[in-house]
């Protein structure tokens, strides 16, 4: 009977036996023979900052323009604070002691929903020789409560790191949606604010760089797991949220000055209509941020709402345009796809009138488009023009029917 060349069991003990030459091996086998693989590369191949290419800052945000329009401001940001993470990681690798310790620098992200800062993290993201890893904050809550905890952010970087610790412990984390986990109330006596402030308590210690016991599978469903040590004192945080109303924290703390020739004369200069440029500290202590997580995010910056100029842009530019996907797309199957100028034209004042910003172009183009996507694949056109008239007839459509389910 045939058996397993390395552990000698027979074909019935197994779930497959594999053939060869001259030998059999058994699946279980094969599963240990992977491991030991593994292992033997991450000792012959461990993480190499010396190998890693240190781009400038310059030629980050290059790389960033292929990809988003507009937020000048936050994208040389976020290069400067690459840059200076690899700076750090390459000072911290090497064996001799340094007079003066860099610390790293935390960002904040703040901007209406739409404007690109889930996008700036996916598009950095592309560039890193790190690991990378982005997170929801919506779902964390306090250890011991329904939903996940604030460890888990440090296991789905270990994750991303093939659990290579050394990697890990120099990645970069974005968190996003982090303006939901804001204080619920101004009386934290009333009830237990476990997905707010117990949330923001319980970051503390990962912002500001800890020594912390992380679950590798999860901390819920497996807890006899023996814990992960990780440090997070190399580890980049950015944070971004869309901090919704924080614009009547802004005008309140602006319009504190109210008498006199002076006053007068700077709130004229005040641009009413972007109120997000004037944000301070202060205003997210207003929100309902605690204090101490705001000092562990010393890099607060913002992005301006979308005008019609930049989301016409963002139509046609971007090295992943809407409009590029839809032309791929319809290429795939071929058909040849086009675009008056009119018709987008159209859609950029939809985005407007709806205000969700970039995400509302692709909304309306998938609106427009579905009804094409259906039917062309099984005819026999192998082209088609978008028309204004035919975009405007398929949004009022989708308006009608909405109007008849209300």
Not at 170 to 186: L, N, S
Not at 214 to 228: A, E, F, N, T, W
Not at 249 to 274: F, H, P
Not at 335 to 349: A, P, R, S
């Amino acid at each position: 009977m045939d058996k397993c060349s390395f552990c000698g069991r027979d074909k019935r003990e197994t779930n497959l036996l594999i053939a060869g030459i001259s030998g059999h091996i058994c699946d279980s086998c094969v599963e240990q023979a992977y491991d030991i693989v593994q292992e033997e590369i991450k000792k012959t191949h461990p993480f190499d900052l010396n190998s890693i290419k240190l781009l400038k800052p310059k030629e980050i945000k290059k790389f960033l323009d292929l990809y988003v329009i507009g937020q000048e401001e936050a994208k040389k940001i976020i290069s400067v604070a690459v840059y200076n993470h690899y700076k750090r990681l390459i000072q911290s690798n090497r064996k001799e002691t340094e007079d003066v310790e860099i610390e790293k620098s935390n960002i904040i992200l703040v901007g209406e929903t739409g404007t690109g800062k889930t996008l700036l993290a996916r598009t950095i993201a592309k560039l890193l020789h790190v690991p990378f890893t982005i997170v929801d904050a919506t779902v964390l809550t306090e250890a011991g409560y329904v939903g996940e905890d604030i460890e888990s952010i440090l296991t789905r970087l270990l994750q991303v790191a093939d659990y290579n610790l050394e990697a890990a412990e120099k990645g970069i984390v974005f968190i996003d949606e982090i303006d939901k986990i804001a204080r619920k109330g101004d009386n934290p006596s009333i009830t237990r604010d476990v997905s707010g402030e117990g949330v923001q308590q319980g970051l503390l210690k990962l912002l500001e760089g800890s020594i912390v016991n992380v679950p590798p599978q999860g901390g819920r469903k497996h807890p006899d797991q023996k814990m992960i040590p990780v440090d997070t004192r190399n580890v980049l945080f950015i944070c971004g949220g869309a901090f919704e109303g924080i614009e009547r924290k802004i005008a309140q703390r602006l319009n504190t000055t109210v008498v006199g020739y002076n006053a007068a004369r700077k709130s004229d200069i005040i641009d009413r209509n972007n109120l997000m440029q004037y944000i301070a500290p202060q205003d997210l202590r207003a929100y309902g941020m605690i204090p101490e997580i705001i000092g562990r995010l010393p890099m607060l910056t913002f992005l301006h709402p979308l005008d019609k100029k930049a989301l016409r842009s963002i139509l046609t530019e971007p090295k992943n345009a809407i409009i590029k996907q839809y032309i791929k797309l319809f290429e795939l199957d071929g058909i040849k796809l086009t675009f008056e100028e009119e018709t987008l034209d159209y859609v950029v004042e939809k985005a407007v009138e709806f205000k969700l910003g970039a995400r509302g172009l692709r909304s309306i183009c998938e609106a427009i488009m579905i009804d094409a996507m259906f039917e062309l694949p099984s005819g026999e056109e192998n082209e088609i023009n978008i028309t204004a008239d035919y975009a405007k007839s398929k949004i009022e459509k989708v308006n009608l029917q909405r109007l008849k389910a209300a």
